[in-house]
């Protein structure tokens, strides 16, 4: 009963082969139909103008850009708060840094006057410090993971109920804005940030990918990583603020993406194990293509309207997870 | 202000509890406690029975189309209270609010001793409907999601506050103002109707369908909606945009953000960008079911013939 996408050594082409059809999906579909040779046309000539040709380059791209960005991120930060944490429910979102950084763009929507750098820069900011304040509090346990759970379950509440209290008195227009920006949205991209989130991501993601070895040892359980010799709080530490970054960038660029970094590192743990060296590369590239195909779907399925973004991941990866549940069972 | 509230809704359920442990409850308590003579009945957008004692004397708005109707009925000496959100006319900002439309504090309302309360029947919660008559505090609700409903709401209100001729005089106002665009748009045929957007917000993007009140303005004013029949809301993205290329497209501008009419011009290929037809008009004008909707069909109606004379003969050559 084994199926045969569970042999490892398959991983690598499978999730490159999953990831390359999301993007295709991502360029082809939404509103104005393509074909594949359309879309090869349109990509070997860049310099053509025309309807198709804008909304490939100057749409389409960017956005399956951005989503296989917000997607790498959150899928991989996902995989990294689950080995460190120990816990099969922790997701991006679990330090209150979702709510650092939800708080920071209410703030950016309600108080300024807003330019597209603003919302940004102060959920970025908003996360970084509900990153910080819980770093306070944990640092000095030693980062135990329960210290780590219950600070940043704490700082979410506490950004939550600012939040609340700021949209009470939030005049009607910035409040709108804000709950459609915590429901997170992929066609907001500022596009002279990509280049640079993109840079930052691959560059933790490197690191946590480095630290891999270590993940393995955590997921064992403390003893055995204190056993083996390794500064358990540092190490800890590192890995938190590492992937609470990734966590940072991915909110401040898109909002609140759900699902995504919850399901992502599973499913691939059902299929391929959980040893972190294949484990982080695999959940950077199917959290892309996740993400890249959800929005394709989320762009096509009502067109011309869209659905959001969020609806689409758990709708469709919600019963993946659960048939692949089921196949672990046999 | 949370635990107020929330110390206000304890008061309530105790309130509600003596009530009914001796029996007394009827459903609706207001409906005995005014059994008295000289009192009329109105029906209102629920399908309720309202009874009050003759006209109201202290009114509480929960609704700013409203609000804007009492300015405009020149009722606003009943008008005791109103919400955080009655920014129009700028005088109803001086009146006591009561907080939001969708969550006003009830003992700010009981402070002010209202012989009325009216609400928007889609936005206030039963609860907050039940907590009112339990206080006995008469409520009557309007619904004007269509232009039909904006002038019955009108007349209606004229009605209910003691000023029917001047709700008669503004129901007829927008009637003649529809009537009137009717006519010109029959006159100059509907062949050469310009396709439009109408956009609520642009980020992400919300435009109004069909089946919305600015919608049915647009298409009394002679334009024809580009999104799909019977639409609400619905989310697009600046492809379908791109896609459907409309004549016009219609942005409201809202404090704090920056000009909505940039985040069009970015795309040059546009019809409505090469000929100029992107145009402001304030949402409150197309989205609040007050007397400022002649403002706002007037508006649309504007921008429709201005577009026709950038270049009548592109759009009818370009019809899809």
Known sequence: MQPSIRHTYLWLPLCLLFLGGAVVAGLIYGTVPLTPSELVDILLHPQSSGLKSTVVWQLRLPRVGLAALVGMALAVSGTVFQAVLRNPLADPYILGVSGGAALGAVLALTFFSVQSYVVPSLAFSGALLALFLVYLVARAHQAATHTLILAGVMVGSLCTAMLMFLLLYAPADPMRNALFWLAGNLARGEERWLPYGAGVCMILVLLLWSRAGLLDVFTQGEDV?????????????????????????????????????????????????????????????????????????????????????????????????????????? | MHSNRHLSLILMFVCGLLAWVPGVWSGSGSAIAASIPAQVTHTDALGRQVQLDGAPQRVVSLVPSVTETIYALGAQGLLVGVTDFCNYPPQAQNKQSVGA???????????????????????????????????????????????????????????????????????????????????????????????????????????????????????????????????RYPMWNMESVLAFDPDIIIVSPHPGTSSPRDFFLRFKQLRAVQQGNVVEIPADWLQRPGPRIIKGLEALRQAITDAATHTPEKIDATQH
């Open chain 1, 225 to 330: 990583a204190a056993d083996l010799g390794v500064d358990i709080g540092r190490e800890r530490m590192f890995l938190f603020c590492a992937a609470g970054l990734l966590v940072a960038i991915a909110v401040a660029l898109a909002g609140l993406v759900g699902f995504v970094g919850l399901v992502v590192p599973h499913a691939i743990r059902l299929l391929w194990g959980a040893g972190h060296t294949r484990l982080i590369p695999a959940a950077a590239i199917v959290g892309a293509g996740f993400l890249v195909g959800a929005d394709a779907i989320a762009r096509t399925v009502l067109a011309p309207a869209e659905v959001p973004v969020g609806v689409v991941t758990a709708l469709v990866g919600a019963p993946f997870f659960l048939y692949l549940l089921r196949l672990r069972g046999r």
């Open chain 2, 101 to 231: 439309y969708d969550s006003p504090s009830i003992e700010a309302i009981a402070m002010l001793r209202p012989d009325l309360v009216i609400i928007a029947a889609d936005m206030a919660t039963p609860a907050l409907l039940q907590t009112l008559l339990e206080l006995d505090i008469p409520v009557y609700s309007v619904y004007p999601r269509s232009l039909k409903a904006t002038i019955e709401m009108q007349r209606n209100l004229g009605a209910v506050l003691g000023y029917a001729e001047a709700g008669a005089t503004l129901a007829s106002q927008l009637e003649q103002a529809i009537a009137q665009l009717n006519q010109e748009v029959n006159q100059t045929g509907v062949e050469t109707s310009p396709r439009v957007l109408l956009t609520i917000m642009l980020e992400p993007l919300v435009i109004a369908g069909t089946d919305t009140l600015p919608g049915e303005m647009l298409a009394c004013a002679g334009g024809v909606n580009v999104a799909t029949p019977g639409s």
